[in-house]
């Protein structure tokens, strides 16, 4: 029989290897529709192409009714995307982290302070890391004054924005096209 102090050390040990901060599982969501899947891969080998540097890829997704459902896929190279979007949940499509954020009212531009979520700073600070790391030295700079650096949106005419809106599960709208982007100039 267990004396006492081995469940208790046993207890210990199982807390401290629970409590990581590394963001080791990238793959917290699986994607069930193939179609919205494979969009994603293809956009992926777009930004692949065209992208200097590390880069991100975001989705953006809203519910417009009970059977439409619409995502717009997109890139950031630097923070702004964590500080202002929280992202829901993340999954692995061609070998890289896509992560998700939703695109409702509750999410507000510009003033992050009034949203109803956020993410948490550390957490942002092991994405940066683990993902941009450049953009990871330089807010590890700006945050010596006590504050995030954050660049502005840039308007891009180049088609860098591809949306796609479902309705029960099938993509009946597919465009690429340009606007807003957070990117390192």
Request: proline share 2%; aromatic share 14%.
């Amino acid at each position: 029989m267990f004396n006492k102090k081995t469940i208790f050390c046993l207890a210990v040990l199982a807390l401290l290897t629970s409590c990581n901060k590394q963001i080791d599982n990238d793959n917290t969501i699986i994607i069930n529709n193939p179609v919205l899947r494979d969009e994603i891969a293809e956009y992926i080998k777009y930004t692949n192409g065209h992208v200097k540097d590390s880069a991100i890829v975001v989705v953006y997704f809203s519910v417009v009714n009970d059977s439409t459902n619409r995502f717009e896929i997109t890139y950031s190279q630097n923070a702004v995307f964590f500080m202002q979007n929280p992202f829901l949940f993340t999954a692995k499509v061609s070998n890289k982290t896509v992560f998700f954020s939703m695109k409702e009212n509750i999410v507000k531009k510009g003033d992050i302070t009034s949203n109803f979520f956020s993410n948490d700073t550390t957490v942002i600070y092991d994405i940066l890391k683990k993902y941009l790391p450049k953009e990871y030295k330089r807010q590890l700079e700006y945050n010596k004054t006590g504050i995030y650096y954050i660049d502005e949106y840039i308007l891009d005419d180049t088609e860098n924005i591809l949306d796609l809106t479902f309705v029960k599960d099938s993509l009946i709208k597919k465009e690429m096209r340009g606007g807003l982007i957070q990117g390192i100039y």
